[in-house]
Nanobody
Framework: QVQLVESGGGSVQAGGSLRLSCAAS????????MAWFRQAPGKEREFVAA??????RYADSVKGRFAVSRDTAQNTLFLQMNSLKPEDTATYYC??????????????????WGQGTQVTVSS
């Protein structure tokens, strides 16, 4: 059974940093893209960043501030978030792509989801 467990969320002031982690278990995802999405209250879930064989992809809103990485041996995904803004406030979800290869940026490209971790940025 596949499980994704996010951690590292919390409350910070604008300009601060947080590092999210996602521990995957149940199978190895070394050939699959892994990604972070986020969802704020009343809004749709949106793509944040992803990493795969082709490299990385970022939403324009986080480029230059966030960095996605993974430890393939440990089946763990990370998201380093710097220069946080109040508009980054959301629940952040870790996810794994349906199929190997490629780096999807839409919700439909991903199969497994964690339960999310809350990030709150105050001004």
């Amino acid at each position: 059974q596949v499980q994704l467990v996010e951690s590292g969320g919390g409350s910070v002031q604008a300009g601060g940093s947080l590092r999210l982690s996602c521990a995957a278990s149940g199978r190895t995802f070394s050939t699959y893209a892994m990604a972070w999405f986020r969802q704020a209250p009343g809004k749709e879930r949106e793509f944040v960043a992803a990493i795969g064989f082709g490299g990385t992809r970022y939403a324009d809103s986080v480029k230059g501030r966030f960095a996605v990485s993974r430890d393939t041996a440990q089946n763990t995904l990370f998201l380093q978030m710097n220069s946080l803004k109040p508009e980054d406030t959301a629940t952040y979800y870790c996810t794994v792509a349906y199929a190997p290869g490629g780096i999807p940026s839409s919700v439909g490209g991903y199969a497994y989801w964690g339960q999310g971790t809350q990030v709150t940025v105050s001004s």
